[in-house]
């Protein structure tokens, strides 16, 4: 066994643990301070269920992250710090999001163009990062190739901030459904472990160990019916924390392999959007694409089982790719 996959479980098991036994305490807190979910009254029925459920639950994954990466990374922590700057700071956006909704009473927080700003700046610092730092630079790899490349030069930097921006709105369209989120993140964060252990990279395994640890330890409380929701401060966080890695080890194209659910989902919001507005239909009963199966008949356990199983499927196709 490599040492990288080593301090990887390492860090997996420490964020679990950390996030399973720390988030009761959140939970009560976050509910004694009445910081609860506010449905959308345009979705679903089932879901009127779920108002006042404790949110801001990202706070559990953050921390088990930090833990797990601060056990495991011994001479490695400085290559961690970007990738928890990066990470933290989109989750500070989503708590500042969390936090106006709760305190507006409306299913939205932020304004989309304040987010997208906030978003931007972190993705402009992530992409300043790999242009800089020796051995990234502004090649990005081309998958399903031997070894081709693309250099972008100085534009890799908007390139990865694109990168960052898509990423964390991807996984904040995924996160709809009990476990959903937290499970797919997961599965993507232990196929860049496998990455970051074939490609020799402590930094990158650590922190994606301990990610996924976090991700297993939130859906520990978070599997339906949730105890808690993440909100916009654990998908953002997510978000960030996918694209850094993708940074890290030069796979940002082949991240749209790997987050191939996250794509789904987003593709079809668009699709839903595109074609209401040129024919008023819409191809989809509700978008984002968990909705649909729901309003279709579908239990919202099994459409979640299924979405982790297709997630599996494009993590190892991604790691193929490589």
């Not at 964060?189 to 976090?214: H, N, Q, T």
């Not at 191939?260 to 668009?270: C, P």
């Not at 979640?304 to 297709?310: A, G, K, L, M």
Request: with cysteine; net charge positive.
């Amino acid at each position: 066994m490599s040492a990288v996959l080593i301090r990887s479980l390492v860090a997996t098991a420490v964020a679990l643990m950390a996030a399973v036994v720390t988030a009761p305490p959140i939970i009560r807190s976050l509910a004694r301070l009445k910081v609860g979910q506010i449905v959308r009254s345009d979705g679903p029925a089932s879901h009127m269920a779920k108002t006042g459920t404790p949110t801001m639950g990202g706070v559990i994954m953050l921390i088990g992250t930090l833990a797990g990466s601060l056990a495991a990374a011994g001479s490695h922590v400085r290559d961690l710090g970007w990738a928890l700057f990066v990470s933290t700071g989109c989750g500070l956006i989503g708590m500042l999001d969390d936090y106006i909704s709760i305190v507006a009473h409306r299913s939205l927080g932020l304004r989309a163009r304040q987010k997208l700003l906030l978003q931007l700046a972190l993705g402009l610092v992530l992409g300043a990062y790999g242009y800089i730092t020796p051995g990234l630079g502004s090649a990005i790899a081309i998958p399903f190739t031997r070894g081709a490349q693309l250099d972008l030069g100085v534009w890799y930097i908007p390139f990865a901030a694109l990168v960052l921006v898509s990423t964390t709105n991807a996984v904040n369209l995924t996160d709809g459904l009990d476990g959903l989120a937290g499970g797919t993140v997961a599965i993507a964060s232990f196929a860049y472990v496998a990455i970051a252990s074939r490609l020799g990279l402590p930094s990158v395994g650590v922190f994606a160990g301990a990610l996924g640890g976090a991700c297993l330890g939130f859906v520990w409380w978070n599997a339906h019916p949730a105890a808690v929701i993440m909100g916009d401060t654990g998908s953002l966080a997510l978000g960030a924390a996918l694209a850094s890695m993708a940074v890290m080890t030069k796979t940002e194209l082949l991240l749209i392999v790997i987050g191939g659910v996250f794509v789904a989902e987003t593709l079809s919001v668009a699709i839903q959007v595109i074609s209401f507005k040129l024919t008023r239909r819409r191809v989809f009963r509700m978008a984002p694409l968990h909705h649909h199966f729901e309003l279709v008949g579908v239990a919202e356990p099994k459409i979640v089982v299924r979405f982790w199983i297709v997630a599996a499927f494009f993590a190892a196709l991604g790691c193929a790719g490589l």
